[in-house]
């Protein structure tokens, strides 16, 4: 069997009034991906959501599913389905009637018999596992607790596997994007930044706005000295280090980012940076905790707790981190951890 359902975005682009909501955009959606859109609010995540589901049109450009172009289709006559974050359902029917409801809009001739309308809702209960709940009435059920959620994420996973169907999920919680999608598109300012799997983008972020807003880093000014291969000589302070070069120049400036599990605590006559403890949090299977050095704020990652004001030894490996074009923190990022 082929799997279908792929998504091919090309130029497209959307502004509503003075904002630019989407800058011209291209992005192809694998068939039968689990693929998520992650960025901040007001980045374009649900505007483009849209396009595809035919609820915007775009002022430039084309949507096209399984290679057939649909930028001018109504949205029922897409292939897609979308489920929307603020659920629309009606408190005077019962689950079973709420999820009938789709199949008696429409033009008259369009509308399955009764019967068939049946056995469709009995399909769709069984899929989301609510056969036992089909006679109650919808409860509110507004903030989800973290157990919900994440039951609610491996059901979700559950239904991908099971219907073997692309899937275009919208969030700007990585956390869910990271665990639950074979492909993120990390989004900015209506722009793509990276697209790529889950551990490429932590690991390997693209650019600086990535770097920042995927998961927990240190940020330190450097001095580039030379470039090759991939990699980059950097001065931080009085020190080289070895960098992954995300594209810097040889005498430019840098900034390089090292996750909280690339640094490591040490004795102080074997650590490269010493400094003293900011805050410590407590993270379940880790500490976190921020420490002041002469290079800025660092965090890192320990098993004991440390005490705020506590003096600290760190080990920053040669071969750690990546090296960025030096840009200016815009004002959205203060607060994170920015040497
Ligand atoms: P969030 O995570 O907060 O939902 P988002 O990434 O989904 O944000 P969009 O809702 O796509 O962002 O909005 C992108 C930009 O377009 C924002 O500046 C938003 O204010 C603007 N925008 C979206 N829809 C409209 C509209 N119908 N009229 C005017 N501006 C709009």
């Not at 960025?39 to 589901?53: D, F």
């Not at 219907?163 to 990390?186: K, M, N, Y």
Request: glycine share 10%; hydrophobic share 35%.
């Amino acid at each position: 069997m082929s799997t279908t359902g792929a998504v091919s975005i090309r130029g497209v682009s959307k502004r509503f009034g003075s904002t630019l909501a989407l800058q011209i955009l291209d992005l192809e959606i694998p068939p039968g991906s689990f693929f998520s859109l992650l960025g901040p609010s007001g980045c374009g995540k649900t505007t483009l959501l849209k396009i595809v589901a035919g609820l915007e049109r775009p002022d430039t450009g084309t949507v096209s599913a399984d290679g057939h172009e649909i930028t001018g289709r109504p949205p029922e006559r897409r292939p897609f389905n979308m489920v929307f974050q603020n659920y629309a359902l009606f408190p005077h029917m019962t689950v079973a009637d709420n999820i009938g409801f789709g199949l008696t809009t429409g033009a008259r001739r369009e509308r399955p018999p009764d019967r068939e309308r049946r056995d469709r809702v009995a399909e769709m209960l069984r899929l989301v596992r609510l056969e036992s709940l089909s006679g109650r009435y919808p409860e509110p059920l507004s903030a989800l607790d973290r157990n919900v959620r994440f039951a609610l994420r491996e059901e979700l996973l559950r239904i991908h596997q099971e219907l073997a169907t692309t899937f275009l999920f919208v969030t700007h919680d990585q956390d869910e994007a990271l665990s639950i999608s074979q492909l993120v598109g990390v989004m900015n300012e209506g722009r793509l930044e990276q697209v790529a799997d889950p551990q490429a983008i932590y690991r390997f972020p693209a650019t600086l706005f990535t770097a920042r807003f995927i998961g927990a880093g240190s940020f330190f000014t450097a001095d580039v000295r030379a470039c090759g291969d991939g990699r980059a000589d950097v001065d931080v302070g009085e020190r080289r280090f070895s960098a992954s070069d995300a594209g810097v120049a040889a005498g430019g400036k840098a900034q390089v980012m090292l996750r909280p599990e690339e640094l490591e605590t040490a004795p102080a006559d074997q650590a490269t940076l010493s400094g003293v403890v900011d805050t410590c949090s407590f993270f379940g299977a880790h500490f976190e905790i921020s420490v002041q050095t002469p290079l800025g704020p660092c965090r890192l990652h320990v098993r004991e707790p440390r005490a705020p004001g506590d003096s600290l030894g760190i080990r920053w490996p040669d071969r750690a981190g990546i090296a960025y074009p030096w840009e200016e923190t815009p004002s959205s990022m203060d607060g994170r951890t920015q040497g």
